[in-house]
């Protein structure tokens, strides 16, 4: 469903350019959830904005289900492939309903049925009718996440691209978020390219990933292999470790091992 060869994506000019993403290649399988790792600021939210479209500043191959994209894309490309943001309260209109939101990209794409569309995504969801006119301010960060998620099942895709999904809502929604994720995947064979910095997501979400830092791929592994702990890098170990939440005994290692370097 995705191939990615020698992705290049820079930021500024002359002394000033950062390179954001360098030489980035990876492959997703049809129906696969793929999961890009690594802190803030690694590069995994620039290449997938790159891959919805919208980053039009790059280098190298992008191929979406077979077909090798330009930085421009049509109409068409919408219907295959759709993003879900970060930020369930800065990604939905503030003056438009429920309905209205999800009324846009069917009237954008000319389809019919829409009534029954947006009935059977709201559903798809687990929100009812009741919800379909009411704005965001009258719903919490997990249902608005529901309706950015139906907003972008409803002119069903093939590919969705997940940037942090849970990262903004709170510990006890965020599961439910997962599972709802995992439930569409399961009934509609949807390809998932998930970005996170959080693991326990990745693990729960994904079959393979790739572990990203300073805009490269460090190394792609199953999530067998994480759980298992049969990683290469020393970076993965770290950022494994780092999820797991405080431990005593790990941080008084790491402060002698910065100690014993110092000395």
Known sequence: MIEVENLVVRFGKGKAAMTAVDNVSFTVKTGEAFGLVG????????????????????????????????????RAFYKLAQIVFQDPYGSLHPRFTVNGTLMEPIKIHGLDRADERIDRVLKQVGLGPAFRFRYPHQLSGG????????????????????????????????????????????STGLTFLLVSHDLSVVSHMCDRLAVMNHGQIYEELTVDDLVARRYREAYTRQLFEASLGYDKRLTTEQVKALDEAGA
């Open 143 to 186: 249902q608005r996440q529901r309706v950015a998620i139906a907003r972008a099942l409803i002119l069903e895709p093939k590919l969705m691209l997940l940037d942090e999904p849970t990262s903004a809502l709170d510990v006890s929604v965020q599961a439910e978020i997962l599972n709802l994720l995992t439930d569409i995947r399961d």
């Open 39 to 74: 802190e803030s600021g690694c590069g995994k939210t620039t290449i997938l904005r790159c891959l919805a479209g919208l980053n039009q500043d790059w280098e190298g191959v992008i191929r979406i289900d077979g077909k090798q994209l330009t930085p421009k894309r049509e």
